[in-house]
């Protein structure tokens, strides 16, 4: 089990970036791909981006596709997601997650860990 801590979201502006981190605790030798998703109100949680433990691969729905990076360094065991030219529809809670693979998936039902999440407002 791996527990996650997610922090940098907040109140945005149309058109800005914000950049969230998740703070992972493993046991050492542990190798986990990562996930990022989102759940806005009234609707299910959906996939954002995942990345392999290896950083190499990386994996985006269409939605955020040229808008988000997802990176991560494994030193700090930490993750990341650069969101730019944010817009309203991206108001929601976002939560990474732990899958116990290489890859990850795009299903929450392939991840085995999530973080608390954190609040991401764009305001129009």
């Known amino acids: 089990q791996v527990q996650l801590v997610e922090s940098g979201g907040g109140l945005v502006q149309a058109g800005g970036s914000l950049r969230l981190s998740c703070a992972a605790s493993a046991r050492t030798g542990s190798r986990y791909a990562m996930g990022w998703f989102r759940q806005a109100p009234g609707k299910e949680r959906e996939f954002v981006a995942r990345?392999?433990?290896?950083?190499?691969?990386?994996y985006y729905a269409d939605f955020v596709k040229g808008r988000f990076t997802i990176s991560r360094d494994n030193a700090k065991n930490t993750v990341y997601l650069q969101m730019n030219s944010l817009k309203p529809e991206d108001t929601a809670v976002y939560y990474c997650?732990?899958?116990?693979?290489?890859?990850?998936?795009?299903?929450?039902?392939?991840?085995?860990?999530w973080g608390q999440g954190t609040q991401v407002t764009v305001s129009s």
């Open positions: 997650a732990a899958a116990n693979t290489y890859y990850g998936g795009t299903s929450h039902y392939e991840y085995d860990s």
């Open positions: 990345i392999a433990w290896s950083g190499g691969r990386t």
